[in-house]
């Protein structure tokens, strides 16, 4: 079956604009995750989806970032008024069940580049 | 914020050496994962050890876990150039369900 996709898998905007990133979970799976990743750094966690609701959001790092996932399937990042030091690639993963005992599997992330 | 923190950062062996990435954390675990990542691509899963396990196994990998030190070590034995990624171990944290990443070991295993 399909993995996890998300797109695009590029995306390149100028400072103070507003973008959406996408994520098609795994189908099945109740838990979705977000994270960030910098270069030469590991996956920074952003949120935690658990159905149609976040259970944490704890690693959003401000409130120009939101997620929503409305119908507990696919997820939508949505950053706004972008800043340069958004720049970094942007992961999403699906597990069949919340918790750290579940294997998470990861898309191939989107590549923001705030100019 | 990050909870694991790998070591070393990088590491250059010879194919048909073993590899030993360590992992320290900073507070109580459930259970500790640990994640392969090729240049460009999304991670893949190797292997979780829950907090009640001293070691396990699969394949050429062995992940032994020491909860009174807050670390872990990932073993991969008779490496090959294809086994040239970077490696993670995820935790979570005594009371929450999802994972933190640390910052990773850059493995480099030569023809």
């Known amino acids: 079956g399909a993995g996890v996709s998300q797109t695009p898998s590029n995306k390149v905007t100028e400072k103070g604009k507003y973008v959406e990133l996408r994520c098609d979970p795994i189908?099945?799976?109740?838990?979705l995750y977000w994270y960030r990743q910098s270069l030469g750094q590991g996956p920074e966690f952003l949120i935690y989806f658990q159905g149609t609701g976040a259970a944490d959001d704890s690693g959003l790092p401000n409130d120009r970032f939101f997620a929503v996932r409305p119908e507990g399937s696919v997820s939508t990042l949505k950053i706004q008024r972008t800043e340069r030091g958004d720049s970094a690639v942007y992961l999403c993963?699906?597990?069949?069940?919340?918790?750290?005992?579940?294997?998470?599997?990861f898309g191939p992330g989107t590549r923001l580049t705030v100019l | 914020s990050q909870q694991g923190e790998e070591d070393p950062q990088a590491l250059s062996i010879q194919e048909g050496e073993n590899a030993t990435m360590n992992c320290s954390y900073k507070t109580s675990i459930n259970n500790l994962q640990w994640y392969r990542q090729n240049s460009g691509r999304g991670l893949v899963h190797l292997i979780l050890?829950?907090?009640?396990?001293r070691e396990k196994h699969s394949g050429r990998l062995r992940v032994t876990l020491d909860t009174s030190k807050k670390s872990s070590s990932l073993l991969i034995t008779a490496s090959r150039a294809a086994d040239t990624a970077s490696y993670f171990c995820?935790?979570?944290?005594?009371?929450?369900?999802?994972?933190?990443f640390g910052a990773g070991t850059r493995l480099t295993v030569k023809p």
């Open positions: 995820a935790t979570d944290q005594y009371n929450n369900n999802d994972m933190r």
């Open positions: 050890i829950r907090s009640n396990e």
């Open positions: 189908s099945g799976h109740t838990a």
């Open positions: 993963a699906s597990s069949s069940g919340g918790g750290s005992y579940n294997e998470q599997f």
